[in-house]
């Protein structure tokens, strides 16, 4: 299984990203997706998720601006983030829960 991030970066403070995670090694319609996401000195946390079947959940802290969606045709998931706060720095990681994979991460940095 390989996974691999892409689109992190350095945004000012109100500022979007769309994070992309292609998926390699698995039927990927069939799994559900996950991203997480580890601030400096931090544990890793769950920031959302999307079923096989489109279904999706969020922390709370990323409620009502951030969307995560799929495109199976494609192997990928997505996580558009909007409105972005400084709090929202860290390494986002994508991870498949059924195969216990993890990709590399793609760090976002927002400015103040």
């Known amino acids: 299984v390989q996974l691999v991030e892409s689109g992190g970066g350095l945004v000012q403070a109100g500022g979007s990203l769309r994070l992309s995670c292609a998926a390699s090694?698995?039927?990927?319609?069939?799994?559900?997706m996950d991203w997480y996401r580890q601030a400096p000195g931090k544990q890793r946390e769950l920031v959302a998720t999307?079923?096989?079947?489109?279904?999706?959940k969020f922390a709370d802290s990323v409620k009502g601006r951030f969307t995560i969606s799929r495109d199976n045709a494609k192997n990928t998931v997505y996580l558009q983030m909007n409105s972005l706060k400084p709090e929202d720095t860290g390494v986002y990681y994508c991870?498949?829960?059924?195969?216990?994979?993890w990709g590399q991460g793609t760090q976002v940095t927002v400015s103040s």
């Open positions: 991870r498949s829960p059924l195969t216990r994979s």
């Open positions: 999307i079923t096989s079947g489109g279904d999706t």
């Open positions: 090694g698995i039927i990927f319609r069939f799994n559900p």
